[in-house]
C-alpha cells in the first residue's frame, strides 16, 4: 500500500492544513498522565512548519465522554514544541467566529480545535459535517493511525474533500505493518494473546497466511479448551468464542497455530489465589474447576515459546498471554516481552502493538528497545487482518 505524503501536496507556503492527529491521551483531573501520542505527530506538525504552512489540528478525546476538553493538551504541545504559540479555539465548527480566528492566524501559528467528538457528524460519519470540516483549511493530512479503522467524518470523508496525505507517524505504520503482510523475513513468528478470541480472530487467520508460527496465549486460548472440552472452570470463555475457535481449527494452515502446553490456574478473587501449573493433556481434561481459573500461560510454555521467538527474524506481538495486572500471573507476558525486546533492534525486526499489551512495556520501561510500538491497536489488527481502513483509503496513490 503506497500513501500519499505531504510532499505530493506541493508548495503549502501560506496555506492551512487541517492536521488529523491522535491527541486522545488520559487526562485526569487537567494533567496529562502520558504524552507518547503528542510527542509521536510532533515530526509531523514541525514539517509542515517548515513547508510554510498553518497547521489546524483537530483530535478526539476520550471514547463516550464528549464534555472532555482537550486544552490541557494545547497547553503541554507548546511546550513539546519549543514554547512555539499553540492557539486553542474554542469556537465551534461551522460558526462564523472560528472563521474569523482562523482567518486571523499568522503564518508559523498553530491552532488546536475543540474535541471533534463534540459533534455527533463526526462519529454519524455525516456528509454536511465533512463539508464543514473542509472549509477549515486548503490541505489535509492524517497523522492519527489509531483511529483509522474508524469510519468518521475528520478520518474518511474531510480527505476526499480537500487534497489529503499521510502525515509520517500515519506512513511509517503503514510502511512497518505493509513490510509484515508483504515482505517479512522469515522465520516470521506471530505471537497473539489478549482476552476476546472475536477481536483477534481475523488477524490470526491472516497471520497464519504469512507467518510461519503463531504462537496462541491468554484468555482467548481458553475458547479452544471449551470448544473440545476441557474443563476450564471459571475461567474467561466468550459467548461466540468457541465458534470462532472451531473456526480456526478448521484453517488449512492451523499446522503453524502454536498453543501452550501448560497453564498457571488460581483463584483470581482470593487475596493469595495459589498459583499451580497445569500440564495441558492431548485429551479433554478438567484444567480448572470453580472458582479456579486459567490465568497465565505455563513455564513449558515460556520456553517452547521464547525459542520460537529467539530464531525469529521477524516478530509481532499484541495481547498479554495472562491475567497480567494481578500478580504473578504476569509472568508469561513480561518474560516474553523482555525476550521480544532483547532480540530487537539487531537480531529481530520486532513489531508490538495493542493497548493494555504497550501498558505491559511501559511498565517494564521496555518500549524503546522494540524496532516498531504501534500507536494503534484497533487499527493495527484492521490492517493485520488486511481489513481496507476508512482512513487509508483515501490516502492512497
Ligand atoms: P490488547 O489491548 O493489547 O490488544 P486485549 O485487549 O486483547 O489486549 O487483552 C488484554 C486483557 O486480556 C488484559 O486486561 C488481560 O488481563 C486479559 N487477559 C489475558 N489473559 C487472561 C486470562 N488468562 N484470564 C483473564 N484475563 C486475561
Ligand atoms: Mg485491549
Known amino acids: 500500500m503506497v500513501l500519499r505524503t505531504i510532499n505530493d501536496l506541493g508548495d503549502l507556503r501560506g496555506k492551512r ?66 514554547k512555539r504559540r499553540v492557539q486553542f479555539l474554542r469556537d465551534r465548527i461551522g460558526t462564523p467566529a472560528l472563521a474569523r480566528r482562523l482567518d486571523a492566524l499568522r503564518g508559523g501559528s498553530i491552532a488546536l480545535l475543540e474535541n471533534i467528538r463534540r459533534y455527533p457528524g463526526e462519529v454519524a460519519n455525516d456528509r454536511s459535517f465533512a463539508r464543514q470540516l473542509a472549509t477549515l483549511a486548503d490541505a489535509y493530512v492524517n497523522d492519527a493511525f489509531g483511529v483509522c479503522h474508524r469510519a468518521h467524518a475528520s478520518v474518511a470523508l474531510a480527505p476526499t474533500l480537500l487534497p489529503s496525505a499521510a502525515g509520517l ?56 479448551y471449551a470448544a473440545r472440552g476441557y474443563g476450564v472452570g471459571a475461567s474467561l470463555v466468550e459467548a461466540s468464542g468457541i465458534a470462532a475457535a472451531k473456526q480456526l481449527a478448521r484453517n488449512q494452515k492451523r499446522r503453524n497455530l502454536t498453543m501452550p502446553l501448560d497453564v498457571v490456574v488460581g483463584d483470581p478473587g482470593a487475596k493469595r489465589p495459589n498459583p499451580r501449573v497445569v500440564t495441558i493433556g492431548a485429551r479433554p481434561h478438567i484444567i480448572c474447576e470453580q472458582p479456579l481459573a486459567i490465568l497465565d500461560i505455563g513455564p513449558a510454555t515460556i520456553r517452547a515459546y521464547a525459542q520460537q521467538l529467539k530464531s525469529a527474524a521477524t516478530i509481532v506481538w499484541n495481547g498479554p498471554m495472562g491475567k497480567f495486572e494481578q500478580p504473578p500471573f504476569h509472568h508469561g507476558s513480561v518474560i516474553l516481552a523482555r525476550l521480544i525486546a532483547t532480540r530487537s533492534s539487531g537480531r529481530a525486526f520486532g513489531v508490538v502493538g495493542g493497548g493494555e499489551t504497550l501498558a505491559i512495556l511501559a511498565q517494564t520501561e521496555m518500549a524503546r528497545y522494540i524496532d516498531h510500538v504501534s500507536s494503534g491497536g484497533g487499527a493495527m489488527l484492521a490492517f493485520l487482518a488486511g481489513e481496507k481502513l476508512p482512513g487509508l483509503t483515501p490516502l492512497m496513490q
Open 169 to 224: 507517524l500515519v506512513e511509517r505504520e503503514v510502511t512497518v505493518l505493509s513490510r509484515l503482510l508483504e515482505d517479512p523475513a522469515p522465520p516470521f513468528v506471530a505471537l497473539i494473546g489478549g482476552a476476546k478470541i472475536s477481536t483477534k480472530l481475523p488477524v490470526i487467520e491472516r497471520l497464519l497466511g504469512v507467518a510461519d508460527a503463531v504462537l496462541l496465549g491468554g484468555a482467548l486460548v481458553n475458547n479452544f
Open 17 to 82: 492544513v487541517f492536521v488529523r492527529v491522535d491527541f486522545n491521551v488520559p487526562i485526569a483531573s487537567g494533567r496529562l498522565a502520558d504524552d507518547v501520542r503528542i510527542r509521536l505527530t510532533v515530526p509531523t506538525i514541525e514539517a509542515l512548519l517548515a513547508a510554510g504552512a498553518t497547521p489546524i489540528l483537530i483530535s478526539h478525546l476520550k471514547e463516550g465522554k464528549p464534555r472532555e476538553t482537550l486544552a490541557p493538551v494545547a497547553e503541554h504541545l507548546e511546550q513539546l514544541l519549543g
